[in-house]
């Protein structure tokens, strides 16, 4: 079966600090992956999305960056933090291809990032 | 650009009533609609999953109908649980990278 893994589970960084958040999927292969952010009181943002290795879209313009080094891992980064980045990151998966609409998308189990 | 809201924004039922949870989208060009539990803290988990062909899916407890033409989905909960208690998402893919656009949320409480 299929397992989303996502760490660290909390995360208390100062501003201007830098960031690397991982997120590795098991039991799948060539998965699309995605990088969600869910901000107190507001909505999920979709900030990148992947649809194989070295292939990053990015849907926010923003301080964060976003890299997948290999097939089943996925990982966000920043050089500098900003208060605004604190929130809740998810990651997800999906083996839904192009036009598709059968297959879930799974989400990881989070992680908690405040920006002091 | 699709739009989805979710109406209640947040609702108290005592146990044993159904719960009715109402998602629409402007855009009914979609390709399926998901439907989410989150608990406090706690990442997504999906509950049902409805193509854009079908017009129903069933999984327990759960029942949920899809509209396209009207851009509207409704999640029917049974025999409500003090368990049930969550933050219910809805979310849509209506592009081909299955990018998904979240409504806001329901938040529910089940007393016992």
């Known amino acids: 079966s299929q397992t989303i893994h996502q760490w660290p589970a909390t995360l208390v960084q100062p501003v201007g600090s830098p960031l690397s958040l991982e997120c590795t999927v098991e039991g799948t292969s060539n998965p699309n992956l995605y990088w969600y952010r869910q901000a107190a009181g507001r909505g999920l943002q979709l900030l990148f999305y992947?649809?194989?290795?070295?292939?990053i879209s990015s849907e926010v313009p923003q301080n964060l960056s976003a890299s997948r080094p290999q097939d089943r891992q996925f990982i966000l980064s920043s050089k500098k933090l900003l208060l605004s980045d604190s929130g809740f990151y998810l990651c997800?998966?999906?083996?839904?291809?192009?036009?598709?609409?059968?297959?879930?998308?799974?989400f990881g189990p989070g992680t908690r990032l405040t920006v002091t | 650009k699709q739009e989805v809201t979710q109406i209640p924004a947040a609702l108290s039922v005592p146990e044993g009533e159904n719960l009715v949870l109402n998602c629409s989208f402007t855009d009914s060009a979609i390709y399926n609609l998901q439907w989410f539990r989150q608990d406090p803290g706690k990442g997504l988990t999906s509950l049902l999953l409805i193509q854009s062909s079908q017009r129903e899916q069933t999984s327990g407890r759960l029942n949920a109908s899809l509209d396209k033409s009207s851009g509207r989905s409704t999640l029917y909960i049974a025999a409500s649980q003090p368990g049930d208690s969550a933050t219910y998402l809805c979310a849509v893919k209506s592009d081909s990278w299955g990018k998904l656009q979240f409504g806001a949320g329901t938040q529910v409480v089940v007393t016992p």
């Open positions: 997800a998966w999906t083996i839904d291809r192009l036009a598709g609409g059968a297959h879930e998308q799974y």
């Open positions: 992947s649809v194989g290795i070295g292939q």
